[in-house]
């Protein structure tokens, strides 16, 4: 298993800042994942952080809107960039642990964003 | 605050009673899926997971099922109790691509005392 502790869990931000969301794992894992959650909805995959090389965006994510650095095995950030109401969700870590192929995946408690 | 689910397709039930969740998943070489289950203000938490060689796994109170000619899961939880109340999400991982996963739209279940 892993536990994940992310940062903060929620904010309040005017438009056209940026934040940086932290999440932390208790153990070393290869792969991190960041999700989106708009208000109501299912979880959009923002992009996959491996250590050591440029995050994997998902269609629609751009890295100058969601800038990602993942420095070690254990840490990894999302920044929301230029921030506008429609970037008000949740923004969830997740992670997958295991050597093998098809295990669960674990998340942190979200980061509730308002963006006003 | 804000729930998560207020637009989300919801099932009514009655505690005690069974409750079936579905849910469709689009690609076909999919290989692995998971429900979760997410409480409000909280982030999803695994419930059980089943891999494509199986049609049926299951756990404490709770059953997946896997139909792969239509690409149909389903979650069933017996004597749903009110602690079950949350948004379900189904999620798939495809064989490609970092083993990300991809959700499903969500169900919210309403449990009544």
């Known amino acids: 298993s892993a536990v994940i502790s992310q940062k903060p869990s929620r904010d309040i931000c005017q438009r056209g800042t940026s934040l940086t969301i932290q999440c932390q794992v208790d153990s070393q894992v290869t792969m991190m994942f960041w999700y989106r959650q708009q208000p109501g909805q299912s979880l959009t995959l923002i992009a996959t952080?491996?250590?050591?090389?440029?995050?994997?965006?998902e269609s629609g994510f751009v890295i100058d809107k969601f800038p990602i650095s993942r420095p070690n095995l254990t840490f990894s950030t999302l920044t929301v960039s230029n921030m506008s109401p429609e970037d008000s969700s949740i923004y969830l870590c997740?992670?997958?642990?295991?050597?093998?192929?098809?295990?669960?995946?674990?998340f942190g408690q979200g980061t509730r964003l308002t963006v006003v | 605050g804000e729930s998560v689910g207020l637009h989300l397709p919801t099932l009514s039930v009655q505690e005690g009673d069974n409750s079936i969740i579905n849910c469709a998943y689009s690609?076909?070489?999919?290989?692995?899926f998971i429900w979760y289950k997410q409480e409000s203000g909280k982030g999803p938490q695994f419930i059980i997971d089943i891999r494509s060689n199986m049609d049926k796994r299951q756990g404490q109170r709770v059953t997946v099922l896997l139909n792969k000619t239509v690409k149909h899961l389903s979650l069933q939880i017996a004597a749903t109790q009110p602690g079950d109340s949350a948004v379900y999400f189904c999620a798939e991982t495809r064989p490609t691509g970092f083993q990300k996963l991809v959700f499903g739209t969500g169900t919210r279940l309403l449990v009544s005392p």
């Open positions: 952080a491996n250590q050591g090389s440029e995050a994997t965006y």
């Open positions: 997740s992670v997958r642990v295991g050597s093998t192929l098809n295990t669960e995946a674990f």
């Open positions: 690609n076909s070489a999919s290989d692995y």
